[in-house]
């Protein structure tokens, strides 16, 4: 006798998304809106309606796969379907498949290429990067008469944060993106009626969240978490609050008020030969380095001034920036840049480099050709912290901390840093973190305290938009 798979019964919410038909469908904005069950619950539907359909499930990582969807569906199509732990797939007699893989790296993605599927579901999308969507999004097509859909369910925040909030939420399409193919079901945690029977107390974990994450998870508010971890950081001046001091945002670009990029000036003249310089630097084996030079102004504000920024191992960069090339290219800015020439730099650095167990340690290296360096304070949490608090802007708008607008490794890659998924708190070091950390370890010389002791970074309390 052919076994009989039993659905429960979908909230509303659940059901608009098991119905919904456009190529392109999000479902979610929340915690806890019953979004792992739609996948499964779909994704079994669309196996046994389709004789032969390839269905794939994305999670970040493997044991998220395991625990939200593999471990549950091979319970609940015993009988039905078979899985294969080889392959990573759940087999059905009619030639069905539903394929599991995860990207957690880019480097994850070379398992789909020529890979063909039907349905692709991308759970909790927003941890995956945009290229990381696109391109496993892109692995939908086949000569037949399955449907063709992505879904997507998601939370606000994350490194996929913005592109999921320009396709569903603020529907800006751009060319080659039709907006009838995109459909977007919003689903908070008191949607999610079998949550709410058995885990009452769910929404009181989410209300006692910092404000940023309640308004995010339990709210659903797209607008006010974008899982950036350097989310003060403003590349140019906020215009309502140039608008509020009844100045023009060129003026307040000018006198660097409420930005962190300003356009650089002489620092080798005048009143500023008298500031202290420090370089930061931060090493890497097969990844890129970061030597920054910065001046400290007599109220102790960092000015980031110029950077030095490449990676050891990459042919394609045309330089292979050996530690012996990095500290002869140091060397020679220091000796001939009209800023730097002839002054006394203070080096903070990486206490890795110290490290002689490869033999000559970088640190050395450096001091063959004249570089001194003295080891920086690798705390993470309170180096962050740090971080933060310089990029605090005081009541008229001013900062502690600037970044001349050539510094272009800067300004690239710290907007795009996220959390750790595991240690809220902390940075994620899967982004491009090399730049943060030397800048960490030179804040971590100049410790200051904060402008708002006790006021958290959010909406309420944040002055660009209050």
């Not at 199509?77 to 078979?82: K, R």
């Not at 606000?156 to 320009?166: E, L, N, T, W």
């Not at 969240?209 to 350097?230: M, N, S, T, V």
């Not at 009541?395 to 600037?402: K, P, S």
Request: glycine share 8%.
């Amino acid at each position: 006798m052919a076994k009989t798979l039993a659905i429960q019964m979908p909230s509303p919410r659940q059901k608009t998304f098991l119905t919904a038909t456009t190529r392109h469908i999000g479902f979610g904005g929340a915690r806890g809106g019953g979004k792992s069950w739609a996948v499964r619950t779909k994704a079994k539907l669309l196996a046994l309606r389709y004789p032969g359909i390839r269905i794939l499930i994305v999670r970040r990582t493997y044991p998220e796969l395991i625990n939200n969807h593999i471990r549950i569906l091979c319970q609940e199509l015993s009988g039905i379907g078979e899985y294969h732990d080889r392959d990573k797939l759940i087999a059905f007699p009619g030639g069905s498949i539903i394929q599991f893989s995860y990207c957690d790296r880019d480097t994850d993605l070379d398992r789909l290429q020529g890979v063909e599927y039907d349905v692709i579901f991308l759970d909790e999308a927003t941890q995956l990067s945009e290229y990381q969507m696109k391109t496993i999004t892109a692995c939908l097509r086949g000569v037949n008469d399955f449907p063709k859909r992505i879904y997507y369910t998601c939370n606000p925040g994350g490194q996929g944060h913005q592109y999921i909030k320009r396709i569903f939420i603020d529907r800006k399409y751009r060319d080659g993106e039709d907006p009838r193919d995109y459909t977007f079901i919003q689903s908070l945690v008191t949607d999610n009626h079998a949550l709410m029977k058995t885990q009452p107390d769910y929404v009181k974990q989410l209300e006692a969240l910092p404000y940023k994450l309640r308004q995010a998870w339990l709210h659903g508010r797209w607008d006010i978490f974008e899982g950036q971890f350097f989310e003060e950081f403003r590349e140019s001046p906020d215009l309502a609050m140039c608008e509020k001091a009844g100045i023009t945002p060129e003026l307040a670009k000018k006198q660097g008020r409420w930005t962190h990029v300003i356009e650089p000036f002489d620092i080798g003249s005048g009143a500023c030969r008298g500031w202290t310089l420090y370089r930061s630097y931060d090493f890497g084996y097969a990844k890129p380095f970061s030597c920054a030079w910065w001046a400290v102004d007599h109220d102790g504000t960092l000015y980031r001034i110029m950077e030095l920024y490449g990676c050891t191992e990459n042919p394609n960069e045309g330089v292979k920036w050996t530690p012996d090339r990095q500290f002869q290219e140091i060397a020679r800015i220091e000796r001939e840049h009209p800023w730097l020439r002839g002054r006394q730099i203070l080096g903070v650095a990486d206490p890795a480099i110290w490290d002689v167990s490869r033999g000559e340690s970088i640190a050395d290296t450096a001091i063959r050709y004249g570089v001194y360096f003295t080891p920086g304070d690798h705390a993470r949490v309170s180096g962050w912290m740090q971080c933060h608090y310089r990029l605090q802007f005081d009541e008229n708008g001013y900062a502690r901390c600037y970044v001349f607008d050539n510094c272009k490794g800067f300004i690239r890659t710290v907007p795009t840093l996220r959390y750790d998924t595991n240690r809220p708190e902390d940075l994620d070091t899967a982004g491009e973190d090399h730049i943060a950390d030397e800048w960490r370890y030179l804040c971590m010389s100049r410790p200051v305290q904060p402008i708002r002791e006790a006021a958290p970074r959010g909406l309420l309390n944040d002055p660009l938009r209050s």
